[in-house]
């Protein structure tokens, strides 16, 4: 068995579409991923299963997993072979040194298991790659789960966005992290992650593999 973070890919897009509808019901317009793969800003992280076949799997050892799916030498997330099974994802924009997280997602029989911290992770280190100083987003209101998960890692409220949402003109939280270029910030989530690596207990150095 085995996890691991890529980028998307074509074949993805089916099962993508099936956790948007789980996970953003009321969302409307759908998230276009044939179109967002073509967009130049867009950078989409698909978190997959590669045993489809198990209901239920253990929860241990996350980044045992990805030592074997993700190739590590570049130190980027890398393209692995025969994926199918999609658990999460996790989606950037990058605009002018400003990474937008536009969407993190994971498939609710596998919530609560470390796998959004681990695509908010990889979404922030891909926008560190991409030289961005901040990572901006926009949370319903009534969205604790996703605050919490944004507030752990730093996020600060910066504002509100009235009626944002278009199907039942729900406010957004603007939440954003500043400096996540700076030496500091690349020691914090050095912390995060080996803190969530304990949390998953796996052994030390592991998280290293998914740098
Ligand atoms: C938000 C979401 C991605 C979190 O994914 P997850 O894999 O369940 O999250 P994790 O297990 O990695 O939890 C990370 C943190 O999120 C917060 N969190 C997750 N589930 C929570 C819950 N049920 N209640 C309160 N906080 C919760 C906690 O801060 C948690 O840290 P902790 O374990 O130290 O308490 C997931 O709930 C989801 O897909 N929701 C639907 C889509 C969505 O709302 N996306 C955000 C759009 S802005």
């Known amino acids: 068995m085995a996890y691991l973070i890529r980028p998307i890919k074509d074949e993805d897009i089916p099962e993508l579409n099936q956790l948007d509808k ?3 019901p009321t969302m409307w317009p759908a998230t276009n991923f044939k179109r967002e793969m073509e967009n130049i800003m867009a950078h989409y992280m698909v ?3 590669e045993d489809v076949s198990a209901a239920a799997k253990p929860v241990l050892s996350i980044w045992k ?7 590590h030498d570049t130190g980027t997330i890398q393209q692995a072979v025969d994926c199918p099974k999609v658990i999460g994802y996790g989606a950037i924009w990058v605009m002018a040194g400003s990474a937008h997280l536009v969407s993190v997602a994971v498939r609710e029989a596998y919530r609560r298991k470390g796998f959004g911290e681990l695509l908010l992770i990889s979404s922030l280190k891909e926008a560190i790659k991409h030289k961005c100083f901040e990572m901006t ?3 319903r209101v009534s969205n ?6 944004y507030l752990k890692y730093g996020f600060a409220i910066k504002g509100i966005r009235k009626k944002y949402y278009l199907d039942n003109h729900e406010d957004a939280l603007i939440m954003t992290l500043d400096s996540i270029d700076s030496p500091d910030f690349t020691s914090k989530l050095e912390e995060y992650k080996n803190s969530h690596t304990r949390k998953w207990k796996t052994t030390p150095g592991m998280a290293e593999l998914a740098s």
């Open 22 to 24: 789980e996970a953003f």
């Open 47 to 49: 978190l997959v299963d």
């Open 65 to 71: 997993r990805l030592r074997n799916c993700i190739r």
């Open 137 to 139: 987003l926009e949370v």
């Open 144 to 149: 604790i789960v996703a605050q919490n998960l």
